[in-house]
């Protein structure tokens, strides 16, 4: 298992932009293909973003329409997820994960959590 922080979460204004990260923890982050997920109130986890243990590849949830960046800097443990554009439905708790073995959609997949970020979008 690995230790994960996001940090970047708060109030934005719909048309602004933010910056999540997520610092995992230990020497093997690499090793870790990576997740975002975000859960609203009444609703489901769902599907944001993932990247490959490299950064070469990388996949959004359809729904999206390209507002949201993932990308990950390994030399220091940090995964990013750009939100540009928020609307008052992005409105959650936005999660990073980490995956040991591949880079998927389903929660199931994802053996490490972090305790997430409320983002709060305004009108």
């Known amino acids: 298992q690995v230790q994960l922080v996001e940090s970047g979460g708060g109030l934005v204004q719909a048309g602004g932009s933010l910056r999540l990260s997520c610092v995992a923890s230990g020497r093997a982050f690499g090793t870790y293909n990576m997740g975002w997920f975000r859960q609203a109130p009444g609703k489901e986890r769902e599907f944001v973003a993932a990247?490959?243990?490299?950064?070469?590849?990388?996949h959004y949830a359809d729904s999206l329409k390209g507002r949201f960046t993932i990308s990950r800097d390994n030399a220091k443990n940090t995964v990013y997820l750009q939100l540009s554009g928020p609307k008052s439905e992005d409105t959650a708790v936005y999660y990073c994960a980490a995956s040991a073995f591949v880079m998927g959609t389903e929660r199931s997949l994802y053996h490490s959590w972090g305790q997430g970020t409320q983002v709060t979008v305004s009108a």
């Open positions: 990247i490959s243990r490299s950064g070469g590849s990388t």
